[in-house]
């Protein structure tokens, strides 16, 4: 059974920083593009970053230069490092698996979520 397991989201003042970590089991991580996407309430969900199969990474706009993805293939895990938080990046972030970088499109699973709050 394929799970993504996301964990780390938490409630941080402005400036802050937190790590994500979204954990898969019923498959092997190795050979897939994994991205990061989350909703706040009332928007849609975006698409925040994407490490595909050797490492290459895509990010939003929004996020570029703050947030950094990355992958553990031993671990069966990603993580999206997240610094110099703002109020706006206040979501529910979701982890999914089997992902076109270029489009943000995603053929595989996704996690339950976790909750980052930035206060200012």
């Known amino acids: 059974q394929v799970r993504l397991a996301e964990s780390g989201g938490d409630l941080v003042q402005a400036g802050g920083s937190l790590r994500l970590s979204c954990t898969a089991s019923g498959f092997f991580i190795a050979g897939y593009s994994m991205g990061w996407f989350r909703q706040a309430p009332g928007k849609e969900r975006e698409g925040v970053s994407c490490?595909?199969?050797?490492?290459?990474?895509t990010y939003a706009d929004s996020v570029r230069g703050r947030f950094t993805a990355s992958r553990d293939n031993i671990k069966n895990t990603v993580y999206l490092q997240m610094t110099s938080l703002k109020p706006e990046d206040t979501a529910m972030y979701y982890c999914?698996?089997?992902?076109?970088?270029?489009?943000?499109?995603?053929?595989?699973?996704w996690g339950q979520g976790t909750q980052v709050t930035v206060s200012s």
């Open positions: 490490i595909n199969w050797s490492g290459s990474t």
């Open positions: 999914a698996s089997d992902l076109t970088c270029s489009r943000w499109s995603v053929r595989g699973s």
